[in-house]
């Protein structure tokens, strides 16, 4: 795992370099040629909105629609549960409204069977050890959770005859499915050490935490994580993480499936190749975009911009309100501005069109490669730099850039970010034409 990054985490370590002498003096930002007249943000999803996108049969009939309007405004807190579930793969849009009945019971018995089997196997493992029943005690009775006896069985209230012979049936095939999974119980255990120090600190301001059951519930949706996903493992941040989950959705067994959703997506940021491939990134984007604030880094010797680090992993957690910070997560995950998007490709488009015009027919030349790894994230990061690039030129040394950076938290406009990184993508993208053309001038025959 990515350990040299970790301990940026914070901002809390950052070393002066005393490289003032070779600083480059930063001119005044170059406004994007791109035109901000559609970069305009607009209210949250509402629910008469979110209930014209479904069917009669309850499918979601326009996804890219749907992604959009998530992109544009964010949700609705009193629709964001029920709207996240599709976000984050928990049913998916084409589902109807019976067959997400059905995904329900499966994925509830599911994690039922998923948990009941690391925990059987760790306390078999800890009561067959000899000097383990402290770690034992600790384990079924963490320090932080005053409830002695959690409850591993299913939600049963409401069911009807036929839901519960889903649930028998749903049961049977989890237990086979799991059973031929082995679970590494020695870095569960190392995990749980982890894990345990980690949960205790996680959004303690909220009142959602003021009740030791859901402590309770995020330490098992954690452990049951790392215990079918040994090739990630536990690292630190996915408790703020799953968190943003646990705190919209309020459930065990969908927060463990949506939170899974997401990993699958990004679990190679997790590790330390994944990270650092992402910040590496964010340079070249910045060398693209804005070559002199790249070249005052440089020559700061922090070319690396490893401050980016805690913005990436925790997508922004930290830097906005705790809504603000859902808003933002939601509107990255909608995925409605990548690269590969028919959005960005209507801006290459139309700036192949403007050239054609102005090049009287003449071959284009202007070939900038596209790539489709800068992910909207990343011109987050990019519009924060550039939008503070007056207070980040006063800096002389890395000490200073960490302040300044540090100082940014809770200090930004959500919305006026969100507007600058969008004008930034489609700059990009209406300069990053990806093929050359000839046209022929007709009048020459």
Same mark, same amino acid.
């Given at each position: ?129 000899? +000097? ?51 679970? +590494? ?6 995990? !749980? ?37 040994? *090739? ?60 002199? !604030?790249? *070249? ?16 990436? !992993? ?24 990548? !690269? ?32 489709? *790894? ?38 930004? *406009? ?32």
């Amino acid at each position: 795992m990515y350990t040299l990054l970790i301990d940026y985490m914070n901002f809390q370590d950052a070393k002066s370099v005393e490289s003032g002498e070779n600083r480059v003096p930063l001119a005044a930002a170059i406004e994007p040629s791109s035109p901000t007249s559609n970069v305009e943000r607009e209210p949250p999803l509402c629910e008469t909105e979110w209930r014209s996108f479904f069917n009669s049969d309850g499918r979601i009939l326009n996804e890219s629609g749907l992604r959009k309007a998530i992109f544009k405004g964010g949700i609705s807190h009193d629709i964001r549960a029920e709207v996240w579930m599709f976000l984050f793969g928990f049913y998916s849009f084409s589902s109807t409204s019976r067959e997400r009945e059905v995904i329900t019971v499966e994925r509830m018995v599911q994690y039922d069977v998923l948990k009941e089997k690391w925990h059987e196997e760790l306390q078999n493992t800890l009561a067959k050890e000899q +000097n383990s029943s402290e770690e034992l005690e600790r384990y079924l009775n963490p320090a932080y959770c005053t409830n002695n006896n959690p409850n591993f069985g299913v939600n049963k209230e409401n069911q009807s005859v036929e839901v519960q012979q889903q649930l028998m049936f749903a049961k049977i095939e989890a237990q086979i499915n799991v059973n031929k999974q082995k679970i +590494n119980v020695p870095n569960l255990r190392h995990y !749980l050490r982890t894990i345990d120090k980690d949960v205790p600190r996680t959004d303690r301001n909220l009142k959602f935490y003021q009740d030791p059951k859901n402590l309770l519930a995020l330490r098992n949706i954690l452990l049951t994580y790392v215990s079918f996903s040994p *090739d990630i493992g536990y690292t630190q941040g996915m408790n703020d993480l799953v968190s943003r989950f646990h705190v919209v959705l309020k459930s065990e067994y969908k927060t463990y499936y949506c939170f899974l959703n997401f990993m699958e997506r990004v679990e190679r940021e997790f590790l330390e190749d994944g990270m650092i491939s992402k910040l590496e990134l964010i340079q070249t984007l910045l060398r693209k975009m804005d070559s002199q !604030l790249y *070249d005052f880094f440089k020559s700061l010797d922090i070319k690396e911009l490893l401050f980016c680090h805690r913005w990436l !992993l925790l997508n922004f957690k930290r830097e906005f309100n705790y809504e603000d910070s859902l808003k933002i997560f939601e509107i990255i995950s909608s995925h409605h501005l990548e !690269l590969s998007s028919l959005e960005a490709e209507k801006e290459r488009r139309q700036k192949r069109a403007e050239e054609l015009k102005n090049q009287d027919g003449q071959l284009y030349t202007g070939i900038v490669e596209v790539n489709a *790894d800068f992910t909207f994230d990343l011109f987050i990061c990019l519009a924060i730099l550039v939008s503070n690039r007056t207070q980040l030129s006063n800096c002389s040394d890395l000490a200073s850039i960490y302040n300044t950076i540090n100082g940014l938290s809770m200090n930004m *406009d959500l919305n006026m970010m969100l507007a600058k990184a969008e004008t930034l993508f489609l700059s990009y993208c209406r300069n990053s034409v990806a093929d050359c053309f000839q046209v022929v001038d007709i009048e020459r025959y």
